[in-house]
């Protein structure tokens, strides 16, 4: 009697604890590899009114329209400066492709679960780590390794 192998799961173990790691500015992010569809240079957004800031619009990527979000804006840290190197990731959630602009993609770092550590706890005047699930170290640098859907999560604050 012959095995059945699921390859759902084995395709699972083979990307666990691989991360696309990327900077906003001079900080170091990481994303679980199992979300990324592909990185694509950036190229103009168009603009779509009365939304967040951090979205930079929408982008045309093979007749899928697909939102962008400015992840400096995101995190805070001011928009995402344009050089030769800023570069769209697109992630696919859910069924649903959206794209995170970022300053730079550097690799595609092992970052296992031994190697990571919860974010540190900031209390006071509502800071809070909300978008990084933990901080893992890949080639002697720290990465933030951020929840995906949590950076796609609006706030009642936040509405527009």
Same mark, same amino acid.
């Given at each position: 009697? &012959?095995?059945?192998?699921?390859?759902?799961?084995?395709?699972?173990?083979?990307?666990?604890?691989?991360?696309?790691?990327?900077?906003?500015?001079?900080?170091?992010?990481?994303?679980?590899?199992?979300?990324?569809?592909?990185?694509?240079?950036?190229?103009?957004?168009?603009?779509?009114?009365?939304?967040?800031?951090?979205?930079?619009?929408?982008?045309?990527?093979?007749?899928?329209?697909?939102?962008?979000?400015?992840?400096?804006?995101?995190?805070?840290?001011?928009?995402?400066?344009?050089?030769?190197?800023?570069?769209?990731?697109?992630?696919?959630?859910?069924?649903?492709?959206?794209?995170?602009?970022?300053?730079?993609? &550097?690799?595609?770092?092992?970052?296992?679960?031994?190697?990571?550590?919860?974010?540190?706890?900031?209390?006071?005047?509502?800071?809070?780590?909300?978008?990084?699930?933990?901080?893992?170290?890949?080639?002697?640098?720290?990465? &933030?390794?951020?929840?995906?859907?949590?950076?796609?999560?609006?706030?009642?604050?936040? &509405?527009?």
């Amino acid at each position: 009697m &012959q095995d059945v192998v699921d390859l759902d799961l084995v395709i699972e173990d083979v990307m666990r604890g691989k991360y696309l790691t990327f900077l906003v500015g001079d900080i170091g992010y990481g994303i679980e590899i199992s979300y990324v569809v592909e990185i694509i240079s950036a190229q103009e957004v168009t603009l779509v009114p009365h939304t967040h800031a951090y979205v930079k619009g929408i982008i045309n990527l093979r007749g899928t329209v697909v939102p962008v979000i400015d992840m400096g804006m995101r995190f805070g840290q001011g928009e995402v400066v344009y050089t030769d190197k800023t570069c769209i990731i697109v992630l696919s959630l859910d069924d649903m492709s959206v794209g995170i602009l970022v300053d730079g993609v &550097q690799d595609v770092s092992d970052i296992d679960d031994v190697t990571t550590q919860e974010p540190p706890k900031i209390t006071g005047n509502n800071i809070k780590n909300f978008f990084i699930k933990a901080i893992g170290v890949a080639g002697g640098e720290v990465k &933030q390794l951020i929840d995906v859907y949590k950076v796609f999560e609006v706030s009642v604050d936040e &509405q527009v």
